[in-house]
């Protein structure tokens, strides 16, 4: 489903990816960790064409991304993204924060919309916060608010950037709650994230990156209980 062959990223003189190889499956749940600056959230937005790839292919579903005649808006429609800092449109109320891509880029008319998003609030369990608005809400019910506006745009894919930094500890494991629901579901999910534990508990892989290379990419079990490369290791004992 998605899929880097060789590919490289620079910003100016500055090479953020280098030589990246990586393949995910359909229904593969795929987190990434490594240091501040290795260039995790670039090879993210290279997913969704946040960012543009300097050389090398990399294909999304059908989408050739290193094409300069590929659709974005059809590539977008098909993956929800969810940062850090939530990005919900705080003068919109939760519902409008929600059926705006659905009604605005997909054409769902407004009705149908609002029962989708009332579904996905559902799943994140907050139909109630319906009416509210972004700033009445813990930044835990925010975070959920942004999975279930990603996922009112019905995507193959999900892309998660450090969902649960920005939160109090105590609001992480909803937004987990949420995301694990997502796997058991059967979502492809690209995950960067510093939660070892759910890396451990659901990723099928995970993807260690360093200075803008994959240093190792190992199932978790195999990864945690027994890092091949010494950069791998060092960053482990640093988190314990
Ligand atoms: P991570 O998510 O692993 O912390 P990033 O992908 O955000 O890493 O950044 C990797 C490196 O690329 C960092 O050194 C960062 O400063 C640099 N970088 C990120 N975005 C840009 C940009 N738009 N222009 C120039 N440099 C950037
Ligand atoms: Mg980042």
Request: hydrophobic fraction near 40%; aromatic fraction near 6%.
């Amino acid at each position: 489903m998605i899929e880097f062959r060789n590919v490289n990223k620079h910003f100016g003189q500055f090479h953020v990816l280098k030589q990246i190889n990586l393949s995910i499956r359909q229904g593969e749940v795929v987190v990434v960790i490594g240091p501040s600056g290795s260039g995790k959230s670039t090879l993210l937005r290279c997913i969704n064409r946040l960012e543009t790839i300097t050389d090398g292919e990399l294909t999304v579903n059908d989408s050739q991304l290193h094409s300069k005649k590929m659709d974005v808006n059809k590539l977008r429609r098909n993956i929800g993204m969810v940062f850090q800092h939530f990005n919900l449109y705080p003068h919109m109320s939760v519902l409008d924060n929600i059926t705006l891509a659905p009604t605005k880029v997909s054409g769902v008319p407004k009705q149908e919309a609002k029962q989708i998003a009332m579904q996905y609030l559902e799943k994140v369990g907050i139909p109630e916060k319906a009416d509210a608005f972004p700033a009445q809400l813990s930044g835990g019910q925010q975070q959920r608010v942004a999975i279930a506006r990603g996922l009112a745009m019905k995507p193959q894919i999900m892309l998660f950037d450090e969902p649960t930094s920005a939160l109090d500890p105590e609001m992480i494991g909803e937004v987990l709650d949420v995301m694990k629901s997502l796997v058991h579901d059967g979502m492809t999910m690209v995950v960067v994230t510093h939660e070892m534990g759910f890396a451990r508990e659901v990723a099928d892989r995970v993807v260690f990156m360093d200075q803008g290379v994959i240093v190792e990419e190992a199932a978790p079990a195999e990864f945690f209980n027994n890092p091949k490369e010494e950069r791998a290791r060092l960053f482990l004992g640093r988190l314990l």
